[in-house]
């Protein structure tokens, strides 16, 4: 089991428990602060990590967009293989 398992696991215990974070906390020896952390954390949806497979449709497709993680868009032109390649490899 992963770390990210874990917490989710001991998170789900904790809410059927009925205990407070610091009791539960507390039975885990683990710090009140490093608990709560795992709570927010499990409210977050899990992050793909990555890029998202091209699949090229049927139809001709005039430019390709590169959307990094960082919010940074690029189109350039769908022939241009050099460059699509080249923007995949900076990331």
């Known amino acids: 089991m992963d770390q990210r ?20 906390s ?5 710090k009140v602060a490093t608990f709560a952390y795992w709570v927010s954390r499990s409210k977050e949806p899990e992050k ?3 890029f998202i497979p091209l699949v090229p449709r049927a139809e001709s497709v005039e430019a390709i967009e590169v959307s990094y ?15 699509i ?3 995949i490899h900076l990331y």
């Open 69 to 83: 993680p960082n919010g940074v868009r690029i189109k350039v032109p769908a022939s241009d293989m050099k460059i």
């Open 48 to 50: 793909k990590k990555g």
């Open 5 to 24: 398992e874990r917490m989710k696991a001991e998170v789900e215990r904790w809410r059927q428990s009925g205990l407070t974070q610091k009791e539960f």
């Open 85 to 87: 390649s080249q923007l």
């Open 26 to 30: 507390q039975q885990l020896g683990m």
